[in-house]
Nanobody
C-alpha cells in the first residue's frame, strides 16, 4: 500500500520561500512519476508541477513557472517542491501524488495519479 506524507508547510510572508517534502513508501519510488497539486479555500484542486521517474523531465503550471522547482531524490524516496517568491494566491493545501503507471511521465491531469498524501497547509501573508 502506497503512503505519501507531506511536510514543510507553514506561514510565510509574501516574497518568502518554503520547501515542501513528500516521503513515499510502499512502492518502488524510482519507477514512478510524481506530482504536486494544491487546493485553495473554496476552489478545486489544481496542478502545480510534475516530475518524471528519473527526474529529467518536469512540467509546471503557468502560475508557478520560474518561482517553483520540483525535484526528487530516488535514494531517499522523496520528492520536493521549492517555492520562492511566494504570493498570497499560493495559499492552500499542497498535496503530493504518485503516478498510476510505471515509467509514465505525468503531465498534470489528476487521472494520471492513483495515490495522494493528506496535504500540508501553506499560508502566504501579504
Amino acid at each position: 500500500q502506497v503512503q505519501l506524507v507531506e511536510s514543510g508547510g507553514g506561514l510565510v510572508q509574501a516574497g518568502g520561500s518554503l520547501r515542501l517534502s513528500c516521503a513515499a513508501s510502499g512502492r518502488t519510488f524510482r519507477r514512478y512519476g510524481m506530482g504536486w497539486f494544491r487546493q485553495a479555500p473554496g476552489k478545486e484542486r489544481e496542478f502545480v508541477a510534475t516530475i518524471s521517474p528519473s527526474g529529467a523531465i518536469t512540467y509546471y503550471a503557468d502560475s508557478v513557472k520560474g518561482r517553483f522547482t520540483i525535484s526528487r531524490d530516488n535514494d531517499k524516496n522523496t520528492v520536493y517542491l521549492q517555492m520562492n517568491s511566494l504570493k498570497s494566491e499560493d495559499t492552500g493545501v499542497y498535496f503530493c501524488a504518485t503516478s498510476a503507471v510505471v515509467g509514465a511521465v505525468p503531465r498534470g491531469r489528476e487521472g494520471e495519479f492513483d495515490a495522494w498524501g493528506q496535504g500540508t497547509q501553506v499560508t502566504v501573508s501579504s
